[in-house]
């Protein structure tokens, strides 16, 4: 027997393909050459961008009844990861343990239904 998640009969729904998956770990490995490495501090804002504004609520149903959509501001995002860069330098490292889930936390809480 499935355990899912619903309210009111309601549920989340992905629609990110593992091809558009494998495209953006791409573009983002040739970024990351390209600055030599530098783009590796935004990269999670981006690549955990795509799932969510794939993502819909969807009724018993099967019927989309809104999408999912988050705004990256990249000002907002380089000013996080200056800070997370200069803290990871600081401790060795060890920061970035942190990092990837400030990065969540920050683009859950910027998440807004929207209707189809």
């Not at 030599?36 to 999670?44: N, R």
């Amino acid at each position: 027997m499935e355990n899912k998640m619903t309210i009111n009969g309601c549920k989340l729904t992905c629609d990110y393909s593992v091809s558009e998956a494998i495209v953006s770990i791409l573009i983002w490995v040739l970024i990351s050459i390209v600055t030599l490495g530098l783009g590796l501090f935004i990269m999670p804002y981006y690549i955990l961008k795509g799932p969510i504004n794939r993502s819909f609520l969807v009724d018993a149903n099967n019927n989309k009844l809104g999408q999912l959509h988050v705004d990256v501001d990249l000002s907002s995002v380089i000013v996080h990861a200056v800070i997370w860069m200069l803290l990871s330098i600081v401790t060795f490292g060890l920061a970035m343990f942190v990092y990837y889930p400030a990065v969540v936390k920050r683009l859950l809480n910027g998440v807004e239904m929207r209707e189809i």
